[in-house]
Nanobody, 127 residues
Framework: QVQLVESGGGLVQAGGSLRLSCAASARTFGYYAMGWFRQAPGKEREFVAAISWSDGDTYYANSVKGRFTISKDSAKGTVYLQMNSLKSEDTAVYYC????????????????????WGQGTQVTVSS
């Protein structure tokens, strides 16, 4: 059983930064990408960013491109989300997830391409 544990959420003022981390509880094989999604109250879960585990290719939602950076530490089995220039509309619960899809037609933006999810970490941006 794979467990994904997010950390790093919190309260920050608009324009500030936060760094989220997602660590897998056990070494896993055969997964191809890790992604971050978020869900604000009353809204559907939406894609934020993803990274291919093998070659490090990255994918971003237009709403965060240029502000957020996804990265990984393969040795630690950890993926990070550096969030800069935060806006109030970035307020949400952020989830990391694991994908075992080798070739994604959605740029890993579809939640259906992920099989394991973390419990989420709250990010609140005050204006």
């Amino acid at each position: 059983q794979v467990q994904l544990v997010e950390s790093g959420g919190g309260l920050v003022q608009a324009g500030g930064s936060l760094r989220l981390s997602c660590a897998a509880s056990a070494r896993t094989f055969g997964y191809y990408a890790m992604g971050w999604f978020r869900q604000a109250p009353g809204k559907e879960r939406e894609f934020v960013a993803a990274i291919s585990w093998s070659d490090g290719d990255t994918y971003y939602a237009n709403s965060v491109k240029g502000r957020f950076t996804i990265s990984k530490d393969s040795a630690k089995g950890t993926v990070y989300l550096q969030m800069n220039s935060l806006k109030s509309e970035d307020t949400a619960v952020y989830y990391c997830a694991r994908s075992t899809v080798y070739y994604s037609t959605s740029g890993y933006a579809s939640p259906y391409e992920y099989d394991y999810w973390g419990q989420g970490t709250q990010v609140t941006v005050s204006s």
